[in-house]
C-alpha cells in the first residue's frame, strides 16, 4: 500500500503535535510526507504535479490542525486547483478505489465535540464535506484519526499517539 500524507500546517515549524505525527509517518513503510505550505510557500499550487503523485498512491491522507473548524486555508486551495473537472471527475475519476483518510488535531478535547458539548457538532460533522468529496470521487473515505485537546496535551500524550498513527498508517 502507497501512502501519501499531505501536511497541510501553516507553522509546522511551531507545531507540536502535527510535527511530531508527521515524523512518526515517515518512519512508516510505503509512506511519503509531504508538506503542502513548504512546497508552495506562495499558494500558488502545481496541479499537474500534485496530480501526478495522487495517482501514484492507494492512499491519500490529509493531516491538519482544526482551523475555525474547517482546514487551514491552503487545503481548501488545493482541493479546488488540484480536484479538476477532466480529472477527479467528469470523464475521468483518477482517484476512483483510492482511499481518503483525515488526520486532524484539535485544540478542543473530546468533550468538546460532542452535539451536548459547547461545539454542538462532532469533528467527523465539522469536517463532512470530505467524506461527501470521497464518495463524490469514487473513494473509499477511511476512519478519520483524531488527537484532540492539543492545546493542553502533553510531551508524553503526544509520544503516546504516534504510534498510534503509525499503526493506522501501516495497516
Ligand atoms: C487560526 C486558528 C484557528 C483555530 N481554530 C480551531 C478550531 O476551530 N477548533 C479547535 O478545536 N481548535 C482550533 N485551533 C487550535 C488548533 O487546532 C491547535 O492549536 C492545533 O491542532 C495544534 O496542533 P499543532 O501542535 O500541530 O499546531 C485553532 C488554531 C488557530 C491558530
Known sequence: ??????????????????????????????????????LYPDGKIDATAEQAVLEKADRIVLQFPMYWYSSPALLKQWLDDVLAYGWAYGDKQALKGKELML????????????????????????????????????MNYGKMFVTG???????????????????VLSA
Open 103 to 138: 488526520a486532524v488535531t484539535t485544540g478542543g478535547g473530546e468533550e468538546f465535540y460532542q452535539k451536548d458539548g459547547l461545539a454542538g457538532h462532532t469533528v467527523a460533522e465539522f469536517l463532512v464535506a470530505y467524506e461527501t468529496i470521497a464518495s463524490y470521487l469514487g
Open 1 to 38: 500500500m502507497k501512502t501519501t500524507v499531505l501536511v497541510v500546517h501553516p507553522n509546522i515549524k511551531q507545531s507540536r503535535v502535527n510535527a511530531a505525527l508527521a515524523k512518526g509517518a515517515a518512519d512508516v513503510a510505503g509512506v511519503k510526507v509531504r508538506y503542502l505550505y513548504d
Open 149 to 167: 485537546n492539543c492545546l493542553n496535551i502533553s510531551d508524553d500524550e503526544i509520544a503516546a499517539q504516534v504510534p498510534r498513527y503509525q499503526a
